[in-house]
């Protein structure tokens, strides 16, 4: 692992405004003094992901930290509900782009919870796969309109 790489959200948000990657008041008003800002809605990972996700209630949505949670998710009254969080590595669109996380939390009726981590790997690998599948479209349109 990278120790240069920041893992928290406020840490990589700090890090991209470092870098010139976040809107500025220069940017807003017009002035191109070297920051390159990409809004959200053209990074084809990030609006794959959030059309992937978009039956889900959302918790945290933060295009500069890198970071997309749900809320607690459950079908039915199962007394099980996952929770994910996609992590953003990276805005090319490759496999190792995103960390998808995935949390389960099980209740019983006596509403006694246990939370941890997901082992089923099916969930994520589904997840990845639709959102890399859509993230290829979204840009070869975003391509297209060059």
Known sequence: MDPNRPISAED???KNIEEGRGASIGSILGSRRGTNYEFSTSNPLWRATLETLDFL???TVD???GVVITDWYSEQSSGEAI???VRFMSNEIRSDSLKIIVHKKSCTKSLECT???SSNDKIK???LSVILKKAAVFGKEKKKKK
Request: proline share 6%; aromatic share 6%.
């Open 63 to 65: 295009y500069s930290g």
């Open 57 to 59: 209630p959302l918790s």
């Open 83 to 85: 929770k994910i969080t």
């Open 12 to 14: 990589k948000r700090r």
């Open 125 to 127: 690998n589904e997840l």
């Open 115 to 117: 939370t941890s981590l």
